[in-house]
């Protein structure tokens, strides 16, 4: 049952309000901070709102205006978006309060500029979670890459001018190309509507033409989500803030990457289109490569923030290895390590912050012993670290058991050994960190200065690390109940398909 409301459009302008009155309170800190976690709270009510309908089979739709003759500014919530909805409106709340802790423990400046953006980035990312068509979805694609760059470009100095301009020719990239893509789109099948299952045909057009538009469009999902050889603009944007770091790793730019490429597979062209030209299977091995490369390339890291990015790049290729697949499992295991991938990263940067807050250290190798000073930072770094491995109990098992079952499904069990040697790869690549932080003494006579830390800082890593552990545990907890959407986006973009089973 499809129901015309306007939530969806108001959960994107709440944000854009916000943003007005940020601006306005500028000479006024606690004002203009109030007013984004209000934003962040409002939003995420108004997409709460509309969760348990959406497990019931509701589908709400609102169009705003018509962007052409045919096509409609509107925005649509089914499962498979609003998982994307609802995760990051979830965590745009313990971010935000993290950001308030963070820029003033650090004394950034232009801290007005900086909620401004935030709440344009996640107004944008809403309106891309709930896009109902290709149009649509590229305008909130651009409106995410303008309001993410002044977040890269922060600091104003060299290296964030540099890291800026490569992260704005990188992204800005990406979205023509997936204009290109729409537009192919659209002129072989008369429609930019997005429909579970795809609503390309081998009728529509040549085979070379459907495989030169699913690679013209994977390509600008796969800038965004960093796949390699893609990914050059990842690391160089950890000069920003740790709060815009954790950002584009959990809820923003490289997490819009991976979603634009499950609508790609999953809304336009379809598991079987998809298994008739053949095209998904260089996919999974650009993934699969992905995947160890970025894990190797990650053990050689000393740098913190520079370590959990290549970590991310590794990680989300989980996500397009999953929908390459084309098997319900691994659509599903790939909804749901969107997910999993999420809440532990978000946690390990937050982490990373209140290290570099408190102990001005960004370097591992001078990590030894700040578990004694720091030990619920380091805690919860241990337990996120732990999710990334796979560990039982925690939120990253649960996406990749999916997975796993999603490759035998798919009759490709060789991706299993990848994803093997990617969980053992992350133990190597994270956990040194914590045995180093708690195993190994601080050095003699320790020149280290010690800073202070907000609790706005401290409670929201807290909070992140409770959400690994309840999802992983208890994966269908409601609200939002992660595991039943992402079962029900699988069954609808896999049904009817008379491939594997």
Known sequence: MTIIDARPFLAV???????????????????????????????????????????????????????????????????????????????????????????????????????????????????????????????????????????????????????????????????????????????????????????????????????????????AGSVKAAVMPLHGWLPAAMVAPTPVSALLHAVAVVKTGVFAVLRIIGFVFGPELLGQIGTADILAWFAATTILVSSFIALRQDNLKRRLAFSTIGQLSYIVLGAALLSPLSIKGAYLHLVAHAVMKITLFMCAGCIIVRTHLNNISEMDGIGRKMPITMACFTIASLGIAGMPFLVGFISKWNLALGALQAGKPLYILVWVASALLAVGYLMPVCRMAFFKPEPANDPRQYGSISYNMLIPICFTTFLAVLFGICPEFFPPNFYELATEAANQITAGWGGVR
């Not at 963070?102 to 709930?130: D, K, L, W």
């Not at 290296?159 to 192919?184: N, P």
Request: net charge neutral.
């Open 13 to 219: 302008g709440v944000p854009l309000l916000a943003v007005v009155f940020i601006l306005l309170s500028r000479r006024h800190p606690n004002i203009r901070e109030a007013w984004s976690a209000i934003a962040s709270v409002a939003m995420f009510g108004i997409i709460l709102s509309m969760g348990q309908a959406v497990l019931d089979g509701t589908i709400y739709e609102y169009t705003l205006f018509m962007l052409t003759d045919t096509i409609g500014f509107t925005l649509r919530v089914e499962p498979a978006g609003y998982i994307f909805a609802v995760l990051a409106s979830l965590l745009w709340m313990p971010i935000n309060f993290y950001s308030i802790g963070y820029m003033r423990c650090h004394n950034e400046p232009e801290q007005t500029g900086y909620f401004a953006a935030f709440a344009v980035c996640m107004s944008s990312v809403m309106g891309i979670a709930m896009a109902s068509n290709l149009l649509t979805f590229f305008v909130f694609y651009e409106l995410l890459t303008l309001a993410s760059y002044p977040l890269v470009l922060h600091k104003r100095n060299e290296e964030a001018l540099t890291a800026s301009r490569k992260y704005l020719s990188y992204t800005l990239v990406s979205g023509q190309l997936f204009l290109a893509g729409a537009v192919g789109v659209y002129c072989i099948s008369g429609t930019m509507d997005f429909r579970a299952g795809g609503f390309l045909t081998t009728d529509m057009a040549p085979m070379w033409v459907l495989q030169l538009l699913f690679v013209i469009m994977i390509l």
